[in-house]
């Protein structure tokens, strides 16, 4: 098959969480699989990044320098990476994580029905809905995913709800599936109004390749002059209030004083860094929880593996691939019931609280004292890490395709029969109406008034939806 995948943000960009990174390794495993993968994304600026960090297997394509475009514009560039075709558009402006790209118009013009099936990650950009609006046009399939961005939660629900409205409905509605990534993503569209029948159900994924060889404990300990007998509980995320940060801080202020909290991850910009540090000051905190730069790679690791346990206090999480990714380093975890991976970590390798700063005070003070709980769910990971691998994902997505290939087999003769038609009624149109206006001419004038009321009470014109 051949697939194109429409993210806003993708690799090396990664401060905007997992997204990126699942896309990436649903595409690498697709064509390991034998289909062909196209990903088409925003250029923010990943061009040296990628050339500096360039991976194993990842090789300089035929037209990774930037293409020229008609009167001299440049689209942007291409990489190949591990076999996954990328092509980056160039970026002419950015608001948050949206950008405007002049490049997708020419790209949905020329290349759009080169590919089987379209795969759409995320809202609130231009990129996908002007992709969806495309295949919509053309009969071409889509899947859309909506990342957990459907219901309008912390910050800007007016523009969100106005972009459902200009946008976003159309989108949906012109979806073959729909993908959640939780029963909690499920159960919120339902609850915005999609039809159950459209929305499958498949979980995120993690690369257990990446976990096999581990890092010695106490590098990350050492880097923050954490001592080794400290209880140490970590948060690796964006600062976004979405993610209970303000909750944690305020929960954490009420646990063992000897215990110490890291937060790392890069600013939101909606307030909650500031929220956090005006806390951390006002309980009187700073020499017990520290504030850290993003951490990825090999420090991501490392701070897995020297934590106590991993806390991820959301509000709001349509999967939660930070806890897995904790799991997988042998990490307990502490997870809130807005959590959609909280299912599966329950009771076995991790604790599942309520989103309150009471619940997580509880939960903070459980783990920090009960040693022996702690060892048990600390024993029960590599289960539950193995049940967590892209496999079973990447073989749910692959079925979905293929089911949606015959259609787009379907669709586009008949498509192309429509518009055939519709340029043969256009003539016939055209010649019925010369005539009409002939005819309709000679009666006017034998007729006078009356032809002037027939014409009154013509019957409007039927649009087509």
């Given at each position: 098959?051949?697939i194109?995948k429409?993210?806003?943000?993708?690799?090396p960009?990664?401060?905007?969480?997992?997204?990126?990174?699942?896309?990436?390794?649903i595409?690498?495993?697709?064509?390991?699989?034998?289909?062909?993968?196209?990903?088409?994304?925003a250029?923010?600026?990943?061009?040296?990044?990628?050339?500096?960090?360039r991976?194993e297997?990842?090789e300089k394509a035929e037209?990774?320098?930037?293409?020229?475009?008609?009167?001299?514009?440049k689209?942007?560039?291409?990489?190949n990476d591990?076999?996954?075709?990328?092509v980056?558009l160039?970026?002419?402006?950015?608001y948050?994580a949206?950008?405007?790209?002049?490049?997708?118009?020419r790209?949905c013009?020329?290349?759009l029905?080169?590919?089987?099936?379209?795969?759409?990650?995320?809202?609130?950009?231009?990129?996908g809905?002007?992709?969806?609006?495309f295949?919509?046009r053309?009969?071409?399939?889509?899947?859309?995913?909506?990342?957990g961005?459907f219901g309008?939660?912390?910050?800007?629900q007016?523009?969100?709800?106005?972009?459902?409205?200009?946008?976003g409905n159309g989108l949906f509605?012109?979806?073959?599936?729909?993908?959640a990534?939780?029963?909690?993503?499920?159960?919120e569209l339902i609850?915005?109004?999609?039809s159950?029948?459209?929305?499958?159900?498949?979980?995120?994924g993690i690369?257990?390749d990446d976990?096999?060889?581990l890092?010695?404990r106490g590098?990350?300990r050492?880097?923050?002059?954490?001592?080794?007998?400290?209880?140490?509980?970590?948060?690796?995320g964006?600062?976004s209030?979405?993610?209970g940060l303000d909750?944690l801080v305020?929960?954490f202020?009420?646990?063992?004083?000897?215990?110490h909290?890291?937060?790392?991850?890069p600013?939101?910009?909606d307030?909650?860094?500031?929220?956090?540090?005006?806390?951390?000051d006002?309980?009187q905190?700073?020499?017990r929880?520290t504030?850290s730069a993003?951490?990825y790679?090999?420090?991501?690791?490392q701070?897995f593996v020297?934590?106590?346990?991993?806390v991820l206090?959301?509000?709001?999480e349509?999967?939660?691939?930070?806890?897995a990714e904790?799991?997988?380093?042998?990490?307990?975890?502490?997870?809130?019931?807005e959590?959609g991976i909280?299912?599966?970590?329950?009771g076995?390798?991790?604790?599942?609280v309520?989103?309150s700063?009471?619940a997580?005070r509880d939960?903070?003070?459980l783990l920090?004292?009960?040693?022996?709980?702690?060892?048990q769910l600390?024993a029960?990971?590599?289960?539950?890490?193995?049940?967590?691998?892209?496999?079973e994902?990447?073989?749910?997505?692959?079925?979905?395709?293929e089911?949606?290939v015959p259609l787009?087999?379907?669709i586009?003769?008949?498509?192309?029969?429509?518009n055939t038609?519709?340029?043969s009624e256009?003539?016939?149109t055209?010649?019925?109406?010369?005539?009409?206006?002939r005819?309709?001419?000679?009666?006017q004038?034998?007729?006078?008034?009356?032809?002037r009321?027939d014409?009154n009470?013509a019957?409007?014109?039927?649009?087509?939806?």
């Amino acid at each position: 098959m051949r697939i194109l995948k429409i993210t806003q943000t993708y690799f090396p960009y990664l401060s905007k969480g997992g997204p990126p990174a699942k896309v990436r390794a649903i595409a690498r495993a697709l064509v390991e699989r034998g289909h062909e993968v196209t990903v088409l994304t925003a250029d923010r600026g990943q061009k040296s990044e990628i050339r500096g960090q360039r991976s194993e297997g990842a090789e300089k394509a035929e037209g990774e320098e930037e293409r020229s475009e008609s009167r001299g514009q440049k689209s942007g560039w291409e990489v190949n990476d591990h076999g996954v075709e990328t092509v980056y558009l160039r970026t002419l402006q950015s608001y948050r994580a949206t950008t405007i790209n002049p490049g997708i118009l020419r790209f949905c013009a020329n290349r759009l029905r080169d590919f089987d099936v379209v795969h759409i990650y995320g809202l609130y950009d231009l990129l996908g809905s002007t992709v969806g609006w495309f295949c919509r046009r053309r009969g071409i399939p889509y899947i859309l995913e909506p990342l957990g961005m459907f219901g309008p939660k912390v910050r800007s629900q007016r523009k969100k709800n106005l972009y459902r409205k200009l946008v976003g409905n159309g989108l949906f509605a012109g979806a073959q599936i729909v993908i959640a990534t939780s029963e909690t993503e499920r159960t919120e569209l339902i609850a915005g109004g999609l039809s159950d029948s459209k929305i499958v159900v498949r979980r995120n994924g993690i690369d257990l390749d990446d976990f096999k060889t581990l890092p010695r404990r106490g590098a990350f300990r050492a880097e923050h002059n954490i001592a080794l007998d400290i209880p140490l509980v970590v948060f690796l995320g964006r600062l976004s209030f979405i993610k209970g940060l303000d909750l944690l801080v305020k929960a954490f202020a009420q646990v063992d004083s000897k215990s110490h909290l890291v937060i790392a991850g890069p600013d939101d910009a909606d307030g909650c860094s500031h929220e956090v540090k005006k806390l951390i000051d006002e309980l009187q905190l700073r020499d017990r929880v520290t504030l850290s730069a993003p951490l990825y790679g090999l420090e991501k690791l490392q701070a897995f593996v020297d934590a106590d346990f991993v806390v991820l206090p959301s509000r709001y999480e349509s999967f939660g691939n930070v806890a897995a990714e904790a799991i997988a380093c042998g990490t307990p975890v502490l997870v809130t019931d807005e959590c959609g991976i909280a299912p599966l970590v329950k009771g076995s390798a991790g604790l599942v609280v309520a989103c309150s700063v009471e619940a997580l005070r509880d939960g903070l003070k459980l783990l920090i004292a009960d040693k022996s709980l702690l060892s048990q769910l600390r024993a029960g990971a590599p289960g539950v890490a193995g049940n967590l691998s892209w496999e079973e994902p990447v073989a749910a997505m692959e079925l979905l395709y293929e089911s949606l290939v015959p259609l787009n087999a379907e669709i586009q003769p008949q498509i192309n029969a429509d518009n055939t038609n519709q340029k043969s009624e256009s003539i016939r149109t055209q010649r019925a109406k010369g005539s009409g206006q002939r005819a309709a001419g000679k009666e006017q004038r034998a007729k006078g008034q009356e032809a002037r009321s027939d014409e009154n009470s013509a019957s409007p014109l039927e649009l087509r939806p």
